[in-house]
DNA sequence: CTGTGTATGTTGCATTTACAACATATCAAA
DNA sequence: TTTGATATGTTGTAAATGCAACATACACAG
C-alpha cells in the first residue's frame, strides 16, 4: 500500500478509482517519486516533457522568463494538484515555462504515454484515467476561454459585466455570490481594484446591479 | 468509401492515421452527419454536449450571450475544423455558448465516449485517436495560458513585449515573423492599433526593437 | 469593549488609452 | 502607370485608467 494514498485521492486524476484500485495502477503506470529541495527545478523551459506531475508534498511554481530575463509567477499547485499536464499531453519540444519547487516537495511522475496506452493485461482503469485526463484539460480549456472572452473587453466596466453575467449563468439565478474579494478580483480581470469599486459604485447608481461584499445581484 | 475523405484528412483529430483506415474507424465511431441551414443551433447554450463536430462543408460560429442578452462571435470555425471538443470532454452540464451554421453546413458528430472507450475488437486506431484529441485540446490550452499571462500585463507597452517575446522565443530567434498585422495583433492584445502603432514606434526610438511590417527583432 | 488588521469605498491627479481623422505606404488589378 | 483598396503610421483631444492617499466598515483576538 502506497504511503501517498490519501493524498493522491484528492488527485482529480484518480476521480472515481477506489482506494484498493490506486494502489493496483500505479505500478502499471511505472509512477515515480522524487524529491526536490526548495528553489530546484523540477522543469526548466528547454525541456520535452512527457510526464504529468502530481504533488505529494510541499507545492510548486510555474515560471515564465521573458526575452530580457524578466520572471514571472504564473501559477502555483500544492499537494494533491495535477502540473504539466497540458504540457506532457501536448508533447511539444520545449514547454516554455520553468517549474520550481517552492519549498522542500516529493513529486510522482506519471509518462502520459502510460496513461494513454491502455495495457496488454486490459487493465480496467486506464478507460477512467484518460476521461479522467481529458476532463482535467478540457475543463481547464473552458475556464481559460471564459477568462479571455472577460478580459477582451476593453473597459472595466464590460469585463465587470462579462464575468458577473458568467457567474449569473452559471448557477441559473440572477444572485449569487463570487468566490473573489475585491483584490482578486481585479487581479482576474487585470484591471485596477479602485477603478474597479468606482465603477461598481456607478453601475449600482445606475441600476445594473446590487451588491455587498462577495454577494450581487443583477437587474434585468 | 466515405466522400468526405478529403475533408477528414484535413481534421486533426485523425492526424497519423491513414486514408484506408479512416474508412474503417467511423463505423466503430457511430459517427452521423448533419446537415443545417444557415442561421439554425448546432448546439445551444442549455445543452449538454457530448460529441465533437467535424465541419465537412460551411462553417459555423461560437457564439456568447450575456445576461443582457447581448451576442458576441467568440470564434468560427471551418471545413476540417474540430469543435466543440473542449464541451464533450468536459462533460458539463451545460455548454454556456451556442454554436450556429454560419452557412449551409455539413457536420460529422462523434460521440466522445466512443473515441475513448476502446472497442472490444481491440481497434488499433483508438489509442492514436485519443492520443489525437488528447493533443488537440492541451495544444490549445497552452495557446490559450499564454495569450492570457499576455493579457494580463497591464499596459500597450508590456503586452506587446510580452507577446514579441514569446515570439521570439518559439522560434529561439531574435528575429522572427508575427502572422498577424497590425489589427489582429491589436485584436489578440485586446488594445487599440493606433495606440498600439504610436508604442511600437516608441519602443523602436527607445533601441528596443527594429520592424518592418510584419518582420521583428528584438535588442538585447 | 478595544485595538489591530484587513477589506472596501472614495477622491484627486498624472498618465495612458481610445477614438477619430488624416497622412503615407504598399500592393494588386485595370 | 494609374487607380483603388488595404495596411500602417501619426497626431490631437476626450475619456478612461492607474495610482496614491485616505476614509470607512468589518472581523476577530485579546
Known sequence: MTPYLSTLKKCPLFAGIDDTDIDKILPCLSATVFQYEKNTFVFSADDSVFTVGIILSGSIHIIKEDFWGRKDILSQAEAGDLFAESFSCAQSERIAVSVLAAERSEVMLVNCR??????????????????????????????LMQKIEQMSKRTTREKLLAYL????????????????????????????RSAMSSELGRMRDEGLLTFERNHFELMA
Open 165 to 192: 453575467s458568467a457567474e449569473a449563468e452559471k448557477v441559473g439565478r440572477s444572485a449569487f455570490d463570487i468566490p473573489f474579494n475585491r483584490q482578486e478580483l481585479a487581479d482576474y480581470l487585470a484591471i485596477d
Open 114 to 143: 502510460k496513461i494513454i496506452k491502455t495495457c496488454s493485461s486490459a487493465c480496467l482503469f486506464h478507460a477512467q484515467l484518460i476521461a479522467n485526463l481529458l476532463q482535467i484539460i478540457a475543463n481547464k480549456n473552458i475556464l
